[in-house]
């Protein structure tokens, strides 16, 4: 009753484009669903996202299910998921973009899901990790352990949307280390973050992930800028 009224007064709206929500509908709208621009790199080992990486860091696969344009759908949707606690957003994103990556043979090969992680202090400014529900959504649809104690990031930041393409690159390599026992050894680890944009990112947090023994790395993300 309770949520019948709440929904009368306050009715719930699409995170995409803010229009109410249909009955059947849920956080986004059949419109911006049909117009979400998809990257389809689960058609491909050899996508963008993975060459990507080229020469930079040894990767199993990697993939990120949306295309991030400023201004665009996807940008609104991580937005309101990064910054206005819409954590419902990487659940469902999760939820669906884990019906294509079924079609890969090699993430069922994956250990354990690890998230790009936040610092202590941004952890407790934010009070969430956005990647957390999307993680968690892949971890139930695979059946994939999701850990986010092994990889730590050990240097506080600014965001990194308030820093240019250079600023995003410089030092970060440093920024991320990792806490390992025996039983870590020769894992495949999925890691997943929002948006890929240089690389820089995941490529420190895959370095740092390789100290491991045996480690391999996949990457999964939400979205990957395009120009």
Same mark, same amino acid.
């Given at each position: 009753?309770?949520?019948?009224?709440?929904?009368?007064?306050?009715?719930?709206?699409?995170?995409?484009?803010?229009?109410?929500?249909?009955?059947?509908?849920?956080?986004?709208?059949?419109?911006?669903?049909?117009?979400i621009?998809?990257?389809?790199?689960?058609?491909?080992?050899?996508?963008?996202?993975f060459?990507?990486?080229?020469?930079?860091?040894?990767?199993?696969?990697?993939?990120?299910?949306?295309?991030?344009?400023?201004?665009?759908?996807?940008?609104?949707?991580?937005?309101?998921?990064?910054?206005?606690?819409?954590?419902?957003?990487?659940?469902?994103?999760?939820?669906?973009?884990?019906?294509?990556?079924?079609e890969?043979?090699?993430?069922?090969?994956?250990?354990?899901?690890?998230?790009?992680?936040?610092?202590? $202090?941004k952890?407790?400014e !934010?009070?969430?990790?956005?990647? %957390?529900? +999307?993680?968690l959504?892949? /971890? =139930?649809?695979?059946?994939?352990?999701?850990?986010?104690?092994?990889?730590?990031?050990?240097?506080?930041?600014?965001t990194?949307?308030? $820093?240019?393409?250079?600023? !995003?690159?410089?030092?970060?390599? %440093?920024? +991320?280390?990792?806490n390992? /026992? =025996?039983?870590?050894?020769?894992?495949?680890?999925?890691?997943?973050?929002?948006?890929?944009?240089?690389?820089?990112?995941?490529?420190?947090?895959?370095?740092?992930?390789?100290?491991?023994?045996?480690?391999?790395?996949?990457?999964?993300?939400?979205?990957?800028?395009?120009?």
């Amino acid at each position: 009753m309770f949520k019948y009224l709440l929904n009368l007064f306050f009715p719930p709206v699409c995170s995409g484009c803010n229009s109410f929500l249909l009955t059947n509908e849920k956080v986004i709208c059949t419109v911006c669903r049909h117009n979400i621009p998809l990257t389809n790199h689960h058609l491909s080992s050899e996508n963008e996202a993975f060459k990507k990486f080229y020469g930079r860091i040894p990767l199993e696969y990697a993939s990120a299910f949306l295309y991030f344009h400023k201004k665009g759908i996807v940008q609104e949707l991580i937005h309101k998921l990064k910054y206005k606690g819409h954590e419902e957003i990487g659940a469902i994103i999760g939820n669906w973009y884990a019906e294509d990556l079924k079609e890969s043979t090699i993430l069922k090969t994956a250990s354990v899901i690890i998230p790009v992680p936040l610092h202590k $202090k941004k952890y407790k400014e !934010r009070g969430y990790n956005q990647v %957390t529900t +999307f993680g968690l959504a892949l /971890s =139930e649809e695979f059946n994939i352990p999701y850990n986010d104690s092994i990889l730590f990031r050990a240097v506080y930041s600014k965001t990194q949307s308030q $820093k240019s393409l250079l600023g !995003r690159s410089e030092g970060i390599e %440093t920024v +991320f280390d990792v806490n390992f /026992s =025996e039983n870590d050894y020769n894992k495949h680890f999925l890691l997943i973050d929002d948006v890929i944009t240089t690389g820089a990112t995941l490529e420190a947090c895959s370095r740092a992930l390789l100290k491991i023994p045996g480690a391999k790395i996949s990457i999964v993300c939400m979205a990957m800028a395009q120009s």
